[in-house]
């Protein structure tokens, strides 16, 4: 599958970086999040993606509390929210319906950054939680991780335009690599499968920022369901 650069990134949910520690919220409430002025000590940092390609709008349960004011859409991203910490369950149903589709509890540690991502086929639902808590980059780099939630894609990997060596290879569905160092520049990647030559993904003049964290997200279908729009597509978020 080939796709122009119009496809490849739909920067939707772009945040700052995790080291501000800030709840920032998009498109959701903080409901069950801790509100006020001051950080109390107790306290994880969450954020939530979802990157199933065929699930309908979803709801999200903390603790039987619901979090989100609007439906919770593929691609929609929420950025850092602060919960306490602790076991924390988790549920998703459809949007306005009592149905559970993925129930499950999590351990939050107190100033850990996390990312939580509904992933997989709907009917068979599944969460991903990833620690996001890194060493702080060297002076000019950034540092980059990949996260595979193509639920069909064969192995992929991410190459630099200029650079022999893949940054990312042999990532395959729910694989999540560690973050690495780059120098912090603008590149030109690409997405393409050692197994498959037909995956060809550009992803041009993504820029890596000095001292940042980034998580480059690929989604979507290899090959679509009927009806299904969700091809294969690469997001950059900032952690």
């Known amino acids: 599958m080939k796709l122009n650069a119009k496809q490849e990134i739909p920067f939707k949910g772009m945040m700052r970086s995790m080291m501000m520690l800030v709840a920032t919220v998009f498109l959701l409430s903080s409901c069950n999040t801790d509100d006020g002025d001051s950080i109390p000590d107790n306290v994880a940092y969450v954020s939530l993606y979802q990157a199933s390609p065929n699930a309908p709008a979803l709801d999200i349960e903390i603790d ?5 004011t609007y439906p ?13 910490t602790g076991s924390r369950n988790f549920k998703f149903t ?7 589709v993925a129930d499950t509890t999590l351990a939050l540690g107190a100033g850990r950054a996390y990312s939580i991502f509904t992933v997989g086929e709907y009917d068979d639902l ?5 620690e996001d808590n890194s060493d702080t980059p060297s002076n000019g780099n950034a540092k980059v991780r990949l996260v595979n939630l193509s639920p069909d894609a064969p192995t992929l990997q991410v190459t630099a335009e200029g650079q022999a060596a893949p940054l990312f290879s042999d990532s395959n569905f729910m694989d999540a690599s ?14 393409t499968s050692p197994d498959d030559n037909t995956i060809e993904l550009n992803v ?3 820029k ?6 980034y998580t480059i997200i690929l989604r979507g279908y ?4 009927a009806g299904n729009s969700n091809t294969l597509s690469a997001q950059i978020i900032v952690n």
């Open 94 to 100: 459809p949007a306005n319906a009592n149905n559970i």
């Open 126 to 130: 599944k969460v991903l939680k990833l």
């Open 64 to 68: 039987n509390r619901q979090l989100n």
């Open 222 to 225: 290899n090959t679509p369901p």
């Open 208 to 213: 890596f920022q000095n001292g940042y964290y």
């Open 204 to 206: 041009p003049d993504i």
């Open 178 to 191: 560690d973050f690495m160092e780059l120098t912090a520049a603008e590149y030109d990647l690409k997405v």
């Open 72 to 84: 919770f859409d593929y691609a929609d991203y929420t950025g850092y929210l602060r919960f306490f």
